[in-house]
T-cell receptor
Framework: KAGVTQTPRYLIKTRGQQVTLSCSPISGHRSVSWYQQTPGQGLQFLFEYFSETQRNKGNFPGRFSGRQFSNSRSEMNVSTLELGDSALYLC????????????????FGEGSWLTVV | AQTVTQSQPEMSVQEAETVTLSCTYDTSESDYYLFWYKQPPSRQMILVIRQEAYKQQNATENRFSVNFQKAAKSFSLKISDSQLGDAAMYFCAYRVIIQGAQKLVFGQGTRLTINP
């Protein structure tokens, strides 16, 4: 069974550009979440998608957006990139979302390294 | 607000010995999940162990076990017979449910070094 797959793994962008990151969850998983990891702020929740609907969003500006497709694959987009957006972006998937509090383990992908110059 | 605190930024242990990583959390909920994740230099977040709050029995996965003290809101990870491959950042995480959605709240991490 394939794990959570993120593409691209590494990318370098220039300030002001935009970037799109992709995440394919584990087969059968319908919840996809995104996290940003930086040395200063640690791991911070960006948003969760379930059944193509954004269910929850973290404290990030509107430049950060995402979507989920009918096959549960998700993309996140960051527009007007800033130097501070340089980070490891981690995608996570689980079978269920917060409607159930049983048997819902969350698995992570390998991450996408974004460097903004 | 739910918070997770890992008070040990760094820990080191001799190979084959036992080490315990500490984690405390703050919540007003009675039913929740706690996780320990390992992040090696590759940076992939790997699930180590999970604990359901309603279960009194401490979770165990091979050399990894937890000491879950619900009243004290403590969730420590014990690694027995430490191996060089255990060297990594370890994150404690609490699963928050908000209006039917979920997210993980992470601690700041503990960097574990294994000395040969």
């Amino acid at each position: 069974k394939a794990g959570v797959t993120q593409t691209p793994r590494y990318l370098i962008k220039t300030r002001g550009q935009q970037v799109t990151l992709s995440c394919s969850p584990i087969s059968g998983h319908r919840s996809v979440s995104w996290y940003q990891q930086t040395p200063g702020q640690g791991l911070q929740f960006l948003f969760e998608y379930f059944s193509e609907t954004q269910r929850n969003k973290g404290n990030f500006p509107g430049r950060f957006s995402g979507r989920q497709f009918s096959n549960s694959r998700s993309e996140m987009n960051v527009s007007t990139l800033e130097l501070g957006d340089s980070a490891l972006y981690l995608c996570a998937s689980s079978r269920l979302t917060g409607t159930s509090n049983s048997g819902n383990t969350i698995y992570f992908g390998e991450g996408s390294w974004l460097t903004v110059v | 607000a739910q918070t997770v605190t890992q008070s040990q930024p760094e820990m080191s242990v001799q190979e084959a010995e036992t080490v315990t990583l500490s984690c405390t959390y703050d919540t007003s909920e009675s039913d929740y999940y706690l996780f320990w994740y390992k992040q090696p230099p590759s940076r992939q977040m790997i699930l180590v162990i999970r604990q359901e709050a309603y279960k009194q029995q401490n979770a165990t996965e091979n050399r990894f076990s937890v000491n879950f003290q619900k009243a004290a809101k403590s969730f420590s990870l014990k690694i027995s017979d430490s191996q060089l491959g255990d060297a990594a950042m370890y994150f404690c995480a609490y699963r928050v449910i908000i209006q039917g959605a979920q997210k993980l709240v992470f601690g700041q991490g503990t960097r574990l070094t294994i000395n040969p």
